[in-house]
């Protein structure tokens, strides 16, 4: 295992990226709009990733298969806003 106090730390960031995802799919599903949909999938997605990352001892080589998440995380923040300003004009 990483060291704790990283580990502590990535642990409450995981947590706070899971609870923003709970609060965009509860706005998902008052507004059914696909952009706190897509919100809520890529904050769910840094989640798993942040606490896949504190728990487990990652290689050199393998860390950068661990930021593939994070890449998609902010694609689909980036698919959220182009979508959203689409149907806006």
């Not at 965009?24 to 008052?30: E, M, P, S």
Request: charged share 15%; net charge positive.
């Amino acid at each position: 295992m990483t060291n704790i106090p990283a580990a502590v730390l990535m642990g409450a960031v995981a947590m706070g990226s899971f609870v923003v995802m709970l609060f965009f799919l509860r706005f998902w599903r008052q507004t059914s709009d696909s952009f706190f949909l897509l919100f809520g999938v890529a904050f769910g997605i840094d989640s798993i990733t942040r606490f896949t990352l504190a728990i487990v001892q990652v290689s050199a080589e393998a860390e950068p298969l661990f930021y593939l998440g994070r890449l998609v995380m902010f694609g689909l923040i980036i698919l959220a806003i182009i979508r959203k300003n689409r149907l806006a004009k």
